[in-house]
C-alpha cells in the first residue's frame, strides 16, 4: 500500500477553453500557485474542452497517495459549473476511486485583489484624470443563474464604488441580458462619449474574443463614440494569491458559502424547477467515461 503523503494536495479545476492561450494561462496559474505554496502537491484540471481533465489531476494525485484532496473552482462566480458540475465530477471521482474524499472551496468572486487589476486594466487604457468622463462596461459571461448575473452586477457595483468613475454597466456575452451592444448604447444613451468595454473573465477564450468582436462591430456604427476594450484579467500574482487564499479557507473551515439566493435551493420566480434538481457531472472528450452525445444545452464555446 503506497503510504500517505506529509503534504497536502490541491486541485485547481477550470472550466476548459478551445483556446491555446486561455490553456497555457490556466497552467501559468497552476505553477504560480505551486510556487506560493512549495509544501504541497498542487495540479489542475479541466471540467471540458480541453486537456487535462479532472480525472487525470486526481488519478495523479492518488497515484502519490493522497487520500484527501483540497478543491478550488477556478471560476468567478457561483453558477452551474461550481454549484453542480464541478461537485458531481467530483463525486464521480470518488466512485473511481473509493476512499478517496474532497474538501470543496468558494469561487473567487469579488475579491479586493481582482477589483485591483480590472482597476489596473482601466488605468492602461484611460488616464485617472478622465474615468469621471468614463464609462466601464463589465462584462460577465452570463448564465441561467439569476444568482450568477447578480454577482456580476455586485462586481460591477464595487468597482465603481470609491473611484471616481462615471458609470460602470453591467453587460453579458452570452445567456443573459443585457447584452455587450445594449450595454454599449445605454452608456452612449447616458451621455458618455469614452467606453472602456471591462471583460470579466480570468482567461484567453472563444467568449472573450466574442466580446471584442462585438464591441468593435458597435463601434464602427457609432463613430461618435471612443470604444476601447480592456485585457482579461489574465494569471498573475493577484489570482494566484486569491487561490491560495479560498484554498486557506477550506482548511479553516471558513468557506461562507451564498446559499440565500441560490435556484437550486430557493424558489426563485422564474427559476422553480431548479430546486433540488439532481447534478450529473460534465463529460469530458478526454474521459474514457465520455459518451458520444453531450446533453447540455447552454453555450460551452469558450
Known amino acids: 500500500m503506497t503510504p500517505l503523503p506529509s503534504r497536502p494536495a490541491l ?4 472550466h476548459g477553453t478551445k483556446s491555446a492561450q486561455g490553456c497555457a494561462q490556466f497552467a501559468e496559474l497552476v505553477e504560480r500557485v505551486q510556487l506560493r505554496a512549495p509544501h504541497a502537491d ?4 479541466f471540467l471540458e474542452l480541453a486537456p487535462p481533465p479532472i480525472q487525470d489531476s486526481v488519478r495523479r494525485l492518488v497515484e502519490a497517495g493522497h487520500r484527501t484532496v483540497d478543491v ?3 471560476v468567478l462566480v457561483a453558477a452551474g459549473h461550481s454549484k453542480g458540475d464541478i461537485p458531481a465530477a467530483l463525486e464521480r471521482e470518488k466512485l473511481r476511486h473509493p476512499g478517496l474524499s474532497f474538501r470543496y472551496g468558494r469561487p473567487l468572486g469579488s475579491h479586493p485583489d481582482l477589483l485591483a487589476v480590472a482597476e489596473r486594466r482601466l488605468a492602461a487604457l484611460v488616464p485617472r484624470a478622465q474615468w469621471a468622463e468614463t464609462a466601464v462596461v463589465l462584462v460577465g459571461r452570463g448564465a441561467t443563474d439569476p444568482d450568477a448575473n447578480a454577482e456580476v452586477a455586485k462586481t460591477a457595483r464595487l468597482l ?3 473611484r471616481g468613475i462615471g458609470t460602470v454597466e453591467t453587460a453579458f456575452i452570452s445567456l443573459a441580458a443585457p447584452s455587450v451592444p ?3 448604447e445605454r452608456t452612449r444613451r447616458l451621455g458618455f ?4 468595454v471591462l471583460p470579466w473573465f480570468l482567461f484567453a477564450g472563444v467568449l472573450p474574443d466574442r466580446i471584442v468582436a462585438q464591441a468593435q462591430e458597435w463601434a464602427q456604427a457609432h463613430p461618435d463614440v471612443d470604444v476601447r476594450t480592456a485585457d482579461l ?3 498573475g500574482d493577484e489570482l494566484a494569491g486569491v ?3 479560498r484554498w486557506a479557507e477550506i482548511g479553516g473551515g471558513d468557506l461562507r458559502m451564498n446559499c440565500d439566493t441560490c435556484a437550486y435551493r430557493v424558489a426563485l420566480p422564474g427559476f422553480e424547477d431548479k430546486v433540488g434538481a439532481p447534478q450529473t457531472p460534465h463529460d469530458h472528450p478526454d474521459d474514457p467515461a465520455h459518451p458520444h452525445s453531450h446533453g447540455h444545452a447552454h453555450d460551452h464555446a469558450h
Open 243 to 245: 487561490v491560495v487564499e
Open 182 to 184: 445594449a450595454g454599449l
Open 72 to 74: 478550488v473552482p477556478l
Open 193 to 196: 462619449g469614452r467606453v472602456v
Open 233 to 235: 484579467l489574465g494569471p
Open 11 to 14: 486541485m485547481i479545476v477550470g
Open 160 to 162: 465603481q464604488e470609491g
Open 42 to 45: 498542487v495540479t489542475g484540471g
